[in-house]
């Protein structure tokens, strides 16, 4: 299957996880997967971008201790408030740092803001403006792919509306 994936999606390499009935084990066994595979991958100049969310704060916490210093780590999206501190962006980039022992470029901003305006005077910010640029040298990304119900942090944080799940749903998109 995971040769059909690679072929079907243009992939350079696929890792399916064997389905479990129990969903912690299953999600215990894609951040180790993620893990092992990430320790295989990154290498010394990596510039490695971080998103957030539960699996990816799992998949750094099953990765070893591997002294990478010549790798950078950035935050790819801004911070955002949760009562799952492990799930958050800016603690996802810290663990990462620590266990390659990386500097890290921080994105201090919110992941969402209401007015445009808002925006731009982020941007103009030296600090924000460092971190996008570490985004664009990225080599590496990494990313959740989360989830389309109503357990989703997307959905609980109110970044999905219902409305924005049942167009998904429409679309095809789960």
Known sequence: WEACLEERFGLTRAIIVPDYDDPKLGFLKVANAAAQYLEETLVSGDVIGVSWGRTLAATIREMRFE???????????????MDDFSAKS??????????LDAPTYMLYAPV?????ETKQLLLEEK????????????????FGIGELNEESLMYRKEFFSSEDMERLHADGFC
């Open 67 to 81: 002294r990478k210093p010549d790798c950078r780590v950035v935050q790819l999206v801004g911070a955002q408030s």
């Open 90 to 99: 800016d603690d996802i980039v810290r663990a990462l740092s620590d266990k």
């Open 112 to 116: 969402v803001v209401s007015r445009a």
């Open 127 to 142: 600090s924000i403006g460092r971190s996008f640029e570490m985004m664009d040298r990225c080599t590496v990304g990494l």
